[in-house]
C-alpha cells in the first residue's frame, strides 16, 4: 500500500467518476490488434493515461489450429503483481485450453510488467483512489475491445477465466457485457477490504486502519462492490471458485456474499488459501475449469454457426 504521492486519496473526485456513465460507457469498438510474432499482440488502450508505457497493451494468442477463427476464445487474467502466472502457468494452461480446442489469449493488466512506467511516480498508487478507480475502467475497457476484435475475426464465443484482480476485473466487465458466454472467477475480491493494515505488524501501516476502513466503505458503494449489481449474463454461465482457508485478500464470507446476490451460481468451496487457488497449487483445477467451461461455449458455438447459415435467428 504505497501512499498516493500527494498524500490526497481524492476519495470525492474517485466516487464522482465510479458513479458516472463514463466509469463503464455503453459502447465498446473492437482493438485494433497487431501482432509482432506468433503469439505476441499489442494495440492502443482505449482509455489512455499520462503514462506513455501503460498506453500500450500487449498480449499473447495461443490459436488452436490454422482455422482458430472458428473456434471460441478463453481470455486469461492474471492477478496484482502476478508474474508467475502470466509468464509460466498461464502458457502451460494455454496449451491445455488448445488441447481441448480452444483458443486462449492472454492480457496484461494496466500498470504490469511492460506496462509499468519507468519515470520515477509511474507506479499505480493503490491509495491514490482516483488513479486507482481509473486504472480499472482501463482494464475493463481493455478486456472489451479484445473480446469485441475476437468477434469480428470470427471467432464465435468468448470466455473469462481470472483470478484475484483478474477475477475482479472479468466480474465487472460481466455485468456489463452480454457477448460473454462464461466466466470462471477465482478467488475474486468481491468488495474493498483494509486486509494490509488489519494485518500489519508494523505500527505505521496499523495507524492508518480507520482511515482506510472509511475509504473502502465509501468505496463499497460504487460499482467496485460486485454485490451491488448483477452479471449481464445467466447465472449458469457464471464460475465462482472459492479460497475457502483466505481469511485476509478475498475472504471466505465475501465470496459467499457475492454468491448469495449473484443468485446462487455454480461454486467450488476449495479447502485452499488465496495463494493455493491462485496459484496452481490445487491439482487438477485447469482441467476441471476446462470441462465446466467446454459445454457452455460449444453449445453457444452451435448457435452462432446455425444463426450465421440462417438456420435460426
Given at each position: 500500500?504505497?501512499?498516493?504521492?500527494?498524500?490526497?486519496?481524492?476519495?470525492?473526485?474517485?466516487?464522482?467518476?465510479?458513479?458516472?456513465?463514463?466509469?463503464?460507457?455503453?459502447?465498446?469498438?473492437?482493438?485494433?490488434?497487431?501482432?509482432?510474432?506468433?503469439?505476441?499482440?499489442?494495440?492502443?488502450?482505449?482509455?489512455?493515461?499520462?503514462?506513455?508505457?501503460?498506453?500500450?497493451?500487449?498480449?499473447?494468442?495461443?490459436?488452436?489450429?490454422?482455422?482458430?477463427?472458428?473456434?471460441?476464445?478463453?481470455?486469461?487474467?492474471?492477478?496484482?503483481?502476478?508474474?508467475?502466472?502470466?509468464?509460466?502457468?498461464?502458457?502451460?494452461?494455454?496449451q491445455r485450453c488448445n488441447r481441448a480446442g480452444f483458443n486462449a489469449a492472454l492480457l496484461v493488466a494496466p500498470y504490469h510488467f511492460e506496462r509499468r512506467p519507468r519515470r520515477v511516480g509511474g507506479s499505480l498508487f493503490y491509495s491514490d483512489m482516483l488513479q486507482f478507480a481509473?486504472?480499472?475502467?482501463?482494464?475493463?475497457?481493455?478486456?472489451?475491445?479484445?473480446?469485441?476484435?475476437?468477434?469480428?475475426?470470427?471467432?464465435?464465443?468468448?470466455?473469462?477465466?481470472?483470478?484475484?484482480?483478474?477475477?475482479?476485473?472479468?466480474?465487472?466487465?460481466?455485468?456489463?457485457?452480454?457477448?460473454?458466454?462464461?466466466?470462471?472467477?477465482?478467488?475474486?475480491?468481491?468488495?474493498?477490504?483494509?486486509?494490509?493494515?488489519?494485518?500489519?505488524?508494523?505500527?505505521?501501516?496499523?495507524?492508518?486502519?480507520?482511515?482506510?476502513?472509511?475509504?473502502?466503505?465509501?468505496?463499497?458503494?460504487?460499482?467496485?462492490?460486485?454485490?451491488?449489481?448483477?452479471?449481464?449474463?445467466?447465472?449458469?454461465?457464471?464460475?465462482?471458485?472459492?479460497?475457502?482457508?483466505?481469511?485476509?485478500?478475498?475472504?471466505?464470507?465475501?465470496?459467499?456474499?457475492?454468491?448469495?446476490?449473484?443468485?446462487?451460481?455454480?461454486?467450488?468451496?476449495?479447502?485452499?488459501?488465496?495463494?493455493?487457488?491462485?496459484?496452481?497449487?490445487?491439482?487438477?483445477?485447469?482441467?476441471?475449469?476446462?470441462?465446466?467451461?467446454?459445454?457452455?461455449?460449444?453449445?453457444?458455438?452451435?448457435?452462432?454457426?446455425?444463426?450465421?447459415?440462417?438456420?435460426?435467428?
Amino acid at each position: 500500500m504505497m501512499p498516493a504521492q500527494s498524500g490526497n486519496p481524492r476519495l470525492e473526485k474517485a466516487i464522482e467518476f465510479l458513479k458516472s456513465p463514463d466509469f463503464i460507457p455503453a459502447d465498446s469498438q473492437p482493438a485494433q490488434v497487431e501482432f509482432n510474432g506468433l503469439l505476441d499482440f499489442h494495440f492502443p488502450t482505449p482509455r489512455p493515461c499520462e503514462f506513455t508505457e501503460n498506453n500500450v497493451v500487449h498480449g499473447r494468442l495461443y490459436r488452436c489450429g490454422e482455422r482458430w477463427q472458428e473456434r471460441p476464445v478463453i481470455i486469461l487474467l492474471h492477478g496484482s503483481g502476478d508474474p508467475l502466472n502470466y509468464k509460466f502457468r498461464f502458457p502451460l494452461i494455454a496449451q491445455r485450453c488448445n488441447r481441448a480446442g480452444f483458443n486462449a489469449a492472454l492480457l496484461v493488466a494496466p500498470y504490469h510488467f511492460e506496462r509499468r512506467p519507468r519515470r520515477v511516480g509511474g507506479s499505480l498508487f493503490y491509495s491514490d483512489m482516483l488513479q486507482f478507480a481509473e486504472a480499472t475502467a482501463q482494464a475493463i475497457a481493455e478486456i472489451r475491445a479484445l473480446t469485441g476484435w475476437l468477434f469480428a475475426e470470427g471467432c464465435p464465443t468468448v470466455a473469462l477465466w481470472g483470478y484475484s484482480l483478474g477475477a475482479w476485473y472479468a466480474a465487472m466487465t460481466a455485468c456489463r457485457d452480454s457477448r460473454l458466454s462464461a466466466v470462471v472467477l477465482g478467488s475474486p475480491c468481491a468488495r474493498m477490504n483494509p486486509w494490509v493494515e488489519q494485518r500489519a505488524v508494523r505500527p505505521r501501516i496499523r495507524a492508518r486502519l480507520q482511515r482506510v476502513r472509511e475509504i473502502c466503505h465509501a468505496l463499497n458503494g460504487t460499482a467496485l462492490n460486485l454485490t451491488s449489481t448483477l452479471p449481464a449474463i445467466p447465472k449458469d454461465a457464471v464460475l465462482l471458485v472459492e479460497a475457502a482457508h483466505d481469511v485476509a485478500i478475498c475472504p471466505k464470507s465475501d465470496t459467499e456474499d457475492l454468491w448469495r446476490s449473484w443468485g446462487q451460481p455454480d461454486i467450488w468451496r476449495l479447502p485452499h488459501g488465496h495463494v493455493g487457488v491462485c496459484c496452481g497449487l490445487v491439482p487438477g483445477l485447469p482441467d476441471r475449469v476446462l470441462r465446466w467451461l467446454a459445454p457452455r461455449l460449444e453449445a453457444t458455438t452451435t448457435v452462432a454457426k446455425t444463426t450465421r447459415c440462417g438456420v435460426s435467428k
